[in-house]
């Protein structure tokens, strides 16, 4: 059994993880600003996680095992967060993205055309860290989301109060309704009503995981393994846009239907023009086992499609 706290833990894949480390009898705490409830059992402090005095009063003398920090978007947020954790945690585990990859949000080693990222792509130790940008404008934050979390990573890497993880998540799917941003929600309803989805004419491959699998995946990082640095989580398996409509279609039993847009344009969720699939070698010899996409995928469009054929109640 080990004291976990996990910052944010209110939906989707948070929720499930705090769930899951519950009912393996760890010891949990639950901070967020008051959005929703945890389970019964689980302590729940109300606070903002930006608020450096109000965090470190919240949590007055605990101390914890492993953080979980599943709403870190900025370095000062991760400045904020080492700073009162220091002490108060052992090991920290921060939920990074498959973004702080992309190409098109910074300049990155090139490497070679299809050929999956690895974690060194992007060192946070070495990643320069700008504290005097506009990071408490939302609008910004949002903008610069995969250079915010290059620079949380960042802040963390080099901090030293804690042994410090970033799980870097591939694209996540499934959950029906729980799956807030619909993204396969819009391939579900345009195919459904025949229209058209934008794609890059040399759409590039992705990757995805299934919000369950990256439950258990930090519910791994956090208790039942010792690495530090970044580690990738995505399922096994590439696919591109016309991959991932074909999925869709065969749910609905409508063909999709295709629209090139031209370079520079704007295409639907999951159409890229550039490579940085990742590779997940490093936490498979750390000993996590992975499903292969086409394992999961029908059944995720599936929930999709009946959440969204289901009426609001």
Known sequence: MQRICVIGGSRYFGKLLVERLQSAGHRVTVINRGSARPPVGVEHLVV??????ALGAA??????DVVVDQVCYTPVQAAIAARVFAGRARRYVMTSTIEVYDPATAALPAVPAGTP???ENVDPSAWPVAMDLPWHDEAYVEAHYAEGKRQAEAVFSRDGSFAFVSVRSAHVLGGGAEEFTGRLAHYTERIRRGEEIAVHANARPTVFIHYQELADLLRWASTAADF?????????GLLDVRELAAAVAAQTGREPVHRTVAEGGTASPFSFDRDYAMSNTRAKRLGFAFSHVTDWLPGAVAETVSASAT???
């Open 311 to 313: 009426p609001a109640t």
């Open 117 to 119: 990222v690895p974690e």
């Open 48 to 53: 903002d996680r930006d608020d450096e005095a």
């Open 228 to 236: 530090t640095g970044p580690v990738n989580a995505c399922s096994d």
């Open 59 to 64: 949590l007055g003398s605990r101390s914890f």
